[in-house]
Nanobody, 125 residues
């Protein structure tokens, strides 16, 4: 069974940095693109970033472009989200997810099959 276990996050000051990790098991990790989403209280889950299976291709939401970096280490079955220059509006629960193979929609939660447990990131201003 597929499991995604997240770590990282917490309370960060505005302008600071944080890194999220997501370790996958139960699947051939290097075969799948991965994504990060976030959900703030009272809001819908929104796309943050996606990385191809090889790590060569990345795609970001406009709101995080230039501040966040998605990366992966296929030898460790792990995907990362490095978040820099954090803002109060980045406060949310962050989720990693497995992008459904053969799906060319990147930004919809419906294009992702398995999800991590979620990690709270709170940015204090």
């Amino acid at each position: 069974q597929v499991q995604l276990v997240q770590s990282g996050g917490g309370l960060v000051q505005a302008g600071g940095s944080a890194r999220l990790s997501c370790v996958a098991s139960g699947l051939t990790f290097s075969n799948y693109a991965m994504g990060w989403f976030r959900q703030a209280p009272g809001k819908e889950r929104e796309f943050v970033a996606r990385i191809s299976w090889s790590g060569d291709g990345t795609y970001y939401a406009d709101s995080v472009k230039g501040r966040f970096t998605i990366s992966r280490d296929n030898t460790k079955n792990t995907v990362y989200l490095q978040m820099n220059r954090l803002k109060a509006e980045d406060t949310a629960v962050y989720y990693c997810a497995v992008h459904r193979d053969g799906t060319y929609v990147y930004t919809s939660p419906g294009a992702y099959d398995y999800w991590g447990q979620g990690t709270q990131v709170t940015v204090s201003s």
